[in-house]
């Protein structure tokens, strides 16, 4: 049974930093795409960081540039999100997903074959 199980999450002041971790189980997805997806109360989800299966090349939504950073452990069959810099804007309940293809396609069409169950990460002001 293939698993994708997020931890990491918690309350955290603004400012502060989480990091969120992917692990998977069931599968290999060393030649496949990752990311993170969240979402908040009341609104859709929406795509926060992919990472390709090298690792080599990654993308951030304009919201998360330059504060998040995602990576991932081939050998450990993981995913990382790095958060600093956290603002209130980014509580919300956080996914990892994982599809085969191309990190751009993860992030250009929001689509993913698996994902984890969610984590919730509130930031208070």
């Known amino acids: 049974q293939v698993q994708l199980v997020e931890s990491g999450g918690g309350l955290v002041q603004a400012g502060g930093s989480l990091r969120l971790s992917c692990a998977a189980s069931g599968r290999t997805f060393s030649s496949d795409a990752m990311g993170w997806f969240r979402q908040a109360p009341g609104k859709e989800r929406e795509f926060v960081a992919a990472?390709?299966?090298?690792?080599?090349?990654?993308y951030y939504s304009d919201s998360v540039k330059g504060r998040f950073i995602i990576s991932r452990d081939n050998a450990k069959n993981t995913m990382l999100l790095q958060m600093n810099s956290l603002k209130p804007e980014d509580t919300a309940v956080y996914y990892c997903a994982a599809r085969t293809g191309t990190a751009a396609t993860m992030r250009a069409t929001m689509s993913a074959g698996y994902w984890g169950q969610g984590t919730q990460v509130t930031v208070s002001s």
């Open positions: 990472i390709s299966g090298t690792g080599f090349t990654t």
